[in-house]
């Protein structure tokens, strides 16, 4: 690997591990039910965020389990008719106030990037 590859692959580490908890409580926020694990991984792929995990759907749970012990996230095991049991989540009461916060931020933060590189200056 050159050194610019490498770079970029830094780079790309470096934001994924700062957006993949916003990506999955929007996920989770946007869903009208309970999803488990391969689920929200489909759902990211057929956005096209499938990047936002470097594509490794098991980066995904210990994430998951960080926001479920945060209270952002609830979850249930429920049996699978195809195989083992299913931990399903969805998002908490509080776990969408932050997603609201964390949107915010985000957009504030992609905006004032997005001007900086086309040489917006204030």
């Known amino acids: ?3 610019t590859a490498g770079q970029l692959k830094k780079f790309q580490k470096e934001l994924s591990s700062g957006t993949v908890s916003l990506v999955l409580l929007a996920v989770l926020g946007q869903s009208r039910q309970a999803l488990y694990g391969y689920q929200i991984a489909k759902r990211l792929e057929e956005l096209g965020e499938a990047g936002a995990l ?3 759907q098991s980066a995904l749970y210990p994430v998951l389990r960080n926001l479920e ?3 952002l996230l609830a979850s249930e095991v429920e049996p699978s008719v195809s195989g083992p049991p299913r931990r399903y989540y969805r998002i908490t009461k509080w776990g969408r ?3 609201r916060e964390w949107t915010a931020a985000w957009e504030a933060t992609r905006d004032s990037v997005d001007r900086v590189l086309k040489g917006e200056w204030r």
């Open 1 to 3: 690997m050159d050194d």
């Open 54 to 56: 470097a594509g490794k």
């Open 69 to 71: 012990a945060a209270g």
């Open 97 to 99: 106030e932050v997603l």
